[in-house]
């Protein structure tokens, strides 16, 4: 009987080791199951973080190729102005050499003519 009573609580603490073992094997995988979807949730969060990252940079360098275009862009509308500029002050220029041409030769011709009708006064007739 008690040799019975040892091979029951024998077969019943193998039992409950088994259980036991069953148990820490289900927890382990549940464990490792948890941890991967965790792993997988914070990757989902990590992954989107870096292509916002990579897209900001792609749209920074977009934005300096395009600001140093704009730049030069821009130098090249201020050289055409300031040419322009010059041009008109040039063509001013010129138009107030041609009037002091233009005063200058209507003096000559009035002198001219102030001459001409002295000399013909003076003429013998």
Not at 38 to 45: A, M, R, T
Not at 56 to 85: P, R
Not at 87 to 101: F, P, T, Y
Request: glycine content about 4%; proline content about 1%; aromatic content about 6%.
């Amino acid at each position: 009987m008690l040799s019975r009573l040892l091979k029951e609580h024998q077969a019943k603490q193998n039992e409950r080791k088994e259980l036991q073992e069953k148990r820490r094997r289900e927890a382990i995988t549940a464990a490792t199951c948890l941890t991967e979807a965790l792993v997988d949730h914070l990757n989902v969060g990590v992954a989107q973080a870096y292509m916002n990252q990579r897209k900001l940079d792609h749209e920074v360098k977009t934005l300096q190729v395009q600001a140093a275009q704009f730049a030069k862009q821009t130098g090249q509308w201020i050289g055409m102005v300031e040419n322009f500029n010059q041009a008109l002050k040039e063509i001013g220029d010129v138009e107030n050499w041609a009037r002091s041409i233009e005063m200058d030769m209507r003096t000559i011709a009035t002198a001219l003519e102030y001459v001409y009708k002295g000399q013909l006064q003076s003429a013998p007739s």
